[in-house]
């Protein structure tokens, strides 16, 4: 028999967004955290640049909202946009009474440190140092195991949302929870809640380089799917432009602050390449400069190109940038006497599962936050540092609008996850294989730039590949990496099928076959219906 464990509030995903959503709710409600792994690892963690907020005198909140708009190539939502800068000053304001230390300036130490990135017009990133996303996850993951009110479950993966139509045969479609699988115990696990959370990140994964970590498999994404949620615009894949090209460093991001600090951008040979692709050169919009990098690169034939920064001095390097400074190191790359070897890597998916300003999707009682949710503020095109912005403003707007709704309370006739006709796997080569020919297929056709062919191709390929998936998902006992598989399937499955229903190149998507934004139609979301 499935244990079956009641909450009022379940989250699904332990990163920035999800714990800001449970410290709001903690003093209200008994909640419960899901986390596939360690409960700090996602990509939260691993965010190096900081958070876009206007707080220099120099700067203002029309500003960051043109920037933004800019940057999303006509698809953002005006009032999603303005929602959440005028909120950013309050959410960074809350994160200091958590006690995230912010980088202060060197000069007076009254201040804190803006540094400027690619799209901004001004400095208005807020950081801590150049591992901003730790100094958020880790603060916020100690005020969470202090609470009371909160029960955190690491190594706990989620297979499938619960709902009242699915489940329980109703006309409506309200969510009641997931069954999850402990990961270490390998059992199933009943989660029960009148409100669920899906904050489980990005699908980076789905790409064979990624900048994300290895939980970043598009689960709440093709959850919420599966489910019945629309999901819109996943066309729009942003590719972080300079991951370091080491065989040993497994995509280790190097941060686009250097880049606001002036490093160049150059080929082997030394030359600079970025001003004849973009009058804003190295700080031009991550799309420009991911899809510039891959130009030169196939146009040479080159493996990476270089990251400069070697004009500033050992103490600059050193204080703004020690965590890269270091782990270039470790690799014999002494980041302030040569240049850094880069590459482009899949690093944010700018689509997801519809919401409201208040993180509600299309089914009763689920909601979505952080990068699992399309909200309208990134549009076609992600400006750099609005995302952990993004899961800070929109958790406390899901927390204040599930304090004032009344959801009824979980029936008890919620029937256990049933594996009863299954049998355990014998060998898990299955798995694997699939798992890397989806990646590689996915990055050859359906990465930087695109066409009809390769993503007919692509398509074809998914196809054959899900119905081996389907295949043994139900012939066999569920485990981490069969359900990452499935959902990464899924995920595939969105990305190709969006791409293929957008007839121009617009921001991150770039088709050779309608190379122009199409100027003629109104800008419109790409929306797939809810299975």
């Given at each position: 028999?499935?244990?079956?464990?009641?909450?009022?509030?379940?989250?699904?995903?332990?990163?920035?967004?999800?714990l800001?959503?449970?410290?709001?709710m903690?003093?209200?409600?008994?909640?419960?955290?899901?986390?596939?792994?360690?409960?700090?690892?996602?990509?939260?963690l691993?965010?190096?640049?900081?958070i876009?907020?206007?707080?220099?005198?120099?700067?203002?909140?029309?500003?960051?909202?043109?920037?933004?708009?800019?940057?999303?190539?006509?698809?953002?939502?005006?009032?999603?946009?303005?929602?959440?800068?005028?909120?950013?000053?309050e959410?960074?304001?809350?994160?200091?009474?958590?006690?995230?230390?912010?980088?202060?300036?060197?000069?007076?130490?009254?201040?804190?440190?803006?540094?400027?990135?690619?799209?901004?017009?001004?400095?208005?990133?807020?950081?801590?140092a150049?591992?901003?996303?730790?100094?958020?996850?880790?603060?916020?993951?100690?005020?969470?195991?202090?609470?009371p009110?909160?029960?955190?479950?690491?190594?706990?993966?989620?297979?499938?949302?619960?709902?009242?139509?699915?489940?329980?045969?109703?006309?409506?479609?309200?969510?009641?929870?997931?069954?999850?699988l402990?990961?270490?115990?390998?059992?199933?696990?009943?989660?029960?809640?009148?409100?669920?959370?899906l904050?489980?990140?990005?699908a980076?994964?789905?790409?064979?380089?990624?900048?994300?970590?290895?939980?970043?498999?598009?689960d709440?994404i093709?959850?919420?799917?599966?489910?019945?949620?629309?999901?819109?615009?996943?066309?729009?894949?942003?590719?972080?432009?300079?991951?370091?090209?080491h065989?040993?460093?497994?995509?280790?991001?190097?941060?686009?602050?250097?880049?606001?600090?002036?490093?160049?951008?150059?080929?082997?040979?030394?030359?600079?390449?970025?001003?004849?692709?973009?009058?804003?050169?190295?700080?031009?919009?991550?799309?420009?400069?991911?899809?510039?990098?891959?130009?030169?690169?196939?146009?040479l034939g080159?493996?990476?190109?270089?990251?400069?920064?070697?004009?500033?001095?050992?103490?600059?390097?050193?204080?703004?940038?020690?965590?890269?400074?270091?782990?270039?190191?470790?690799?014999?790359?002494?980041?302030?006497?040569?240049?850094?070897?880069?590459?482009?890597?899949a690093?944010?998916?700018?689509?997801?599962?519809?919401?409201?300003?208040?993180?509600?999707?299309?089914?009763?009682?689920?909601?979505?936050?952080?990068?699992?949710?399309?909200?309208?503020?990134?549009?076609?095109?992600?400006?750099?540092?609005?995302?952990?912005?993004?899961?800070?403003?929109?958790?406390?707007?899901?927390?204040?609008?599930?304090?004032?709704?009344?959801?009824p309370?979980?029936?008890?006739?919620?029937?256990?996850?049933?594996?009863?006709?299954?049998?355990?796997?014998?060998?898990?080569v299955?798995?694997?294989?699939?798992?890397?020919?989806?990646?590689?297929?996915?990055?050859?056709?359906?990465?930087?730039?695109?066409?009809?062919?390769?993503?007919?191709?692509?398509?074809?390929?998914?196809?054959?590949?899900?119905?081996?998936?389907?295949?043994?998902?139900?012939?066999?006992?569920?485990?981490?990496?069969?359900?990452?598989?499935?959902?990464?399937?899924?995920?595939?499955?969105?990305?190709?099928l969006?791409?293929?229903?957008?007839?121009?190149?617009?921001?991150?998507?770039?088709?050779?076959d309608?190379?122009?934004?199409?100027?003629e139609?109104?800008?419109?979301?790409?929306?797939?219906?809810?299975?």
């Amino acid at each position: 028999m499935t244990t079956t464990l009641r909450f009022d509030l379940l989250i699904i995903g332990s990163g920035t967004a999800g714990l800001t959503l449970a410290l709001k709710m903690a003093d209200h409600a008994k909640v419960a955290i899901l986390s596939k792994s360690q409960l700090e690892e996602g990509a939260s963690l691993y965010a190096q640049g900081g958070i876009s907020v206007v707080l220099d005198k120099t700067d203002t909140l029309q500003s960051h909202i043109d920037d933004t708009l800019k940057a999303g190539h006509g698809l953002c939502d005006p009032d999603v946009v303005q929602f959440t800068v005028e909120h950013a000053r309050e959410s960074v304001n809350w994160l200091i009474e958590q006690g995230v230390s912010f980088t202060r300036d060197e000069e007076t130490d009254k201040n804190y440190h803006l540094t400027r990135e690619g799209g901004h017009s001004h400095r208005r990133v807020i950081h801590s140092a150049d591992a901003t996303g730790r100094a958020v996850e880790t603060t916020l993951l100690d005020k969470a195991k202090a609470h009371p009110n909160i029960s955190l479950f690491p190594y706990h993966i989620g297979i499938d949302l619960i709902t009242s139509r699915k489940q329980l045969g109703t006309t409506e479609n309200r969510a009641l929870g997931c069954y999850a699988l402990d990961i270490k115990a390998d059992k199933p696990i009943t989660f029960l809640a009148p409100v669920t959370v899906l904050a489980t990140g990005g699908a980076g994964k789905v790409y064979l380089y990624t900048s994300n970590p290895d939980v970043s498999t598009g689960d709440g994404i093709a959850m919420g799917w599966r489910a019945g949620c629309r999901i819109a615009n996943m066309e729009f894949i942003q590719f972080h432009p300079t991951c370091l090209f080491h065989p040993k460093a497994k995509s280790f991001l190097i941060s686009e602050a250097l880049r606001g600090e002036g490093a160049l951008l150059k080929l082997a040979d030394g030359s600079r390449f970025m001003p004849a692709f973009h009058q804003q050169a190295e700080l031009a919009p991550r799309d420009i400069v991911a899809r510039a990098i891959d130009h030169e690169m196939k146009r040479l034939g080159h493996d990476c190109v270089y990251l400069d920064i070697t004009h500033h001095s050992l103490e600059f390097i050193q204080s703004h940038f020690p965590t890269i400074y270091q782990r270039c190191l470790t690799f014999g790359i002494d980041i302030s006497k040569e240049p850094i070897p880069v590459v482009p890597a899949a690093h944010y998916t700018c689509g997801g599962i519809m919401t409201d300003q208040n993180g509600r999707t299309d089914i009763s009682g689920l909601y979505a936050v952080g990068e699992t949710a399309h909200t309208g503020l990134h549009g076609a095109n992600r400006m750099a540092s609005n995302s952990l912005l993004e899961c800070l403003v929109f958790a406390t707007a899901a927390a204040k609008d599930i304090q004032q709704q009344h959801f009824p309370a979980v029936p008890n006739n919620v029937p256990d996850w049933d594996d009863s006709r299954v049998h355990p796997a014998i060998e898990a080569v299955a798995i694997s294989h699939n798992w890397d020919e989806l990646r590689r297929f996915m990055w050859d056709y359906v990465g930087i730039v695109r066409s009809n062919d390769r993503l007919k191709k692509a398509q074809q390929r998914l196809k054959l590949l899900k119905q081996e998936v389907d295949a043994y998902y139900s012939q066999h006992h569920i485990s981490n990496d069969l359900l990452e598989l499935r959902n990464l399937a899924d995920v595939a499955e969105l990305i190709i099928l969006s791409a293929l229903a957008r007839k121009e190149s617009r921001g991150l998507h770039y088709n050779r076959d309608y190379p122009e934004v199409d100027d003629e139609q109104p800008a419109q979301n790409t929306v797939i219906p809810g299975c």
